[in-house]
């Protein structure tokens, strides 16, 4: 099947008349479309973090984030959409670019939030004073793949 044929008549020739072309021709555009969306939208990221986008490059650094993630945190946040707690796609910018009072806070929000800081504080009324689970086992190294897992 040549590619030419999709700019042939129907499409670009007003002198054309002949309906079962036309017709044959709308469904080959149509199944061509139909898989060049297939193919290039494949290609695309699909969202999911790969080892690529951590800044160490360790795979089992990614893969503890990713299991650590879906251990501890799934329950209650997604990515991209809030659940029980707010979505976490964009936090590391929310909080200031701060890695260290968002380590704080996913360790123990509540002693955080005591400490008065204004972006733990708003946080915690938005979501109708709701306490996040304190994680205190989690050792810095796991925190910052999971800060990085979530940026």
Not at 30 to 38: D, E, G, H, K
Not at 49 to 60: E, H, L, M, R
Not at 113 to 119: E, H, K, R, S
Request: with cysteine; proline share 4%.
């Amino acid at each position: 099947m040549a590619l030419h044929y999709l700019f042939e008549a129907p499409f670009f020739c007003p002198n054309f008349t002949t309906i079962k072309y036309h017709t044959r021709m709308s469904k080959k555009f149509w199944v061509i479309s139909y898989f060049a969306i297939i193919v290039f939208g494949a290609c695309g990221n699909s969202g999911e973090k790969t080892i690529g986008d951590f800044k160490t490059g360790d795979a089992t650094t990614a893969s503890a984030a990713e299991n650590i993630f879906k251990e501890k945190c799934s329950m209650c946040h997604n990515i991209n959409e809030d659940k029980i707690g707010p979505a976490l796609a964009g936090t590391w910018l929310r909080w200031g670019k701060d890695a260290e009072k968002l380590k704080a806070f996913i360790k123990n929000s509540q002693a955080y939030i005591n400490t008065g800081d204004p972006y733990a504080t708003k946080l915690y009324e938005k979501w109708n004073r709701s306490n996040m689970p304190a994680f205190p086992n989690l050792t810095d190294k796991e925190l910052d793949a999971l800060v990085e897992y979530v940026q």
